[in-house]
């Protein structure tokens, strides 16, 4: 017989039960910060606002009892940066510190990526709306982002998809210039 196997299989047992819940509530908080950026973009940030207490609350209880297996709950994490960095964004124009979101550094630098295709969104709709002044706004934190990270490379077991991220910012502040140019001579030949 093995010695110890007991108490092995046990200590391996809970540690399958805890990265379970790790998995299951990052899942819920992944599903809750999806909601909330819906949310934003359909209704504006003043009517997440309880949302966000439930953001917060998932993420404390994710927080709880990841230990040890925050590899499973980085994509929450990131995805909970997202939504904090949206919502402060469209409230007050302004990029959030990774203090005022209260997350580590790599999830609030994949989350603030995420951020310059939600951003890509808003300026788009501000444009359909005629709302050039708030497309340019939203134009110039994005552009903001892409060049204060532009210089980072990092292997990618250090920050995962980062580089991938900053590729695609890349092509979506191509793709507001490009529409923001397309109205500024639609305007220009209508004088």
Same mark, same amino acid.
């Given at each position: 017989?093995?010695?110890?196997?007991?108490?092995?299989?046990?200590?391996?047992?809970?540690?399958?039960?805890?990265?379970?819940?790790?998995?299951?509530?990052?899942?819920?908080?992944?599903?809750?910060?999806? #909601?909330? *950026?819906?949310? !934003?973009? %359909?209704? +504006?940030?003043?009517? &997440?606002?309880?949302? =966000?207490?439930?953001?917060?609350?998932?993420?404390?209880?994710?927080?709880?009892?990841?230990?040890?297996?925050?590899?499973?709950?980085?994509?929450?994490?990131?995805?909970?940066?997202?939504?904090?960095?949206?919502?402060?964004?469209?409230?007050? #124009?302004? *990029?959030?510190? !990774?203090? %005022?979101? +209260?997350?580590?550094? &790599?999830?609030?630098? =994949?989350?603030?990526?995420?951020?310059?295709?939600?951003?890509?969104?808003?300026?788009?709709?501000?444009?359909?709306?005629?709302?050039?002044?708030?497309?340019?706004?939203?134009?110039?934190?994005?552009?903001?982002?892409?060049?204060?990270?532009?210089?980072?490379?990092?292997?990618?077991?250090?920050?995962?998809?980062?580089?991938?991220?900053?590729?695609?910012?890349?092509?979506?502040?191509?793709?507001?210039?490009?529409?923001?140019?397309?109205?500024?001579?639609?305007?220009?030949?209508?004088?």
């Amino acid at each position: 017989m093995i010695p110890d196997f007991k108490k092995i299989e046990d200590k391996v047992s809970r540690l399958e039960h805890s990265r379970d819940l790790v998995m299951q509530q990052s899942k819920e908080l992944i599903r809750t910060a999806g #909601k909330a *950026i819906a949310m !934003m973009h %359909a209704s +504006g940030p003043k009517r &997440v606002k309880g949302m =966000l207490k439930e953001l917060k609350s998932r993420k404390s209880g994710l927080s709880s009892v990841e230990k040890g297996f925050e590899y499973y709950s980085l994509q929450a994490h990131q995805e909970y940066s997202e939504a904090l960095i949206l919502y402060n964004i469209l409230s007050s #124009k302004r *990029i959030p510190s !990774m203090g %005022a979101i +209260g997350e580590t550094e &790599v999830a609030y630098l =994949l989350g603030l990526m995420d951020v310059v295709g939600e951003l890509k969104r808003e300026s788009i709709e501000s444009i359909r709306k005629g709302k050039l002044d708030d497309a340019k706004a939203y134009y110039a934190i994005m552009s903001d982002i892409y060049d204060s990270t532009l210089h980072m490379r990092f292997a990618n077991s250090i920050l995962p998809d980062f580089r991938r991220k900053q590729d695609v910012a890349r092509i979506q502040l191509e793709s507001v210039m490009n529409e923001m140019l397309h109205i500024s001579q639609g305007q220009h030949g209508k004088l």
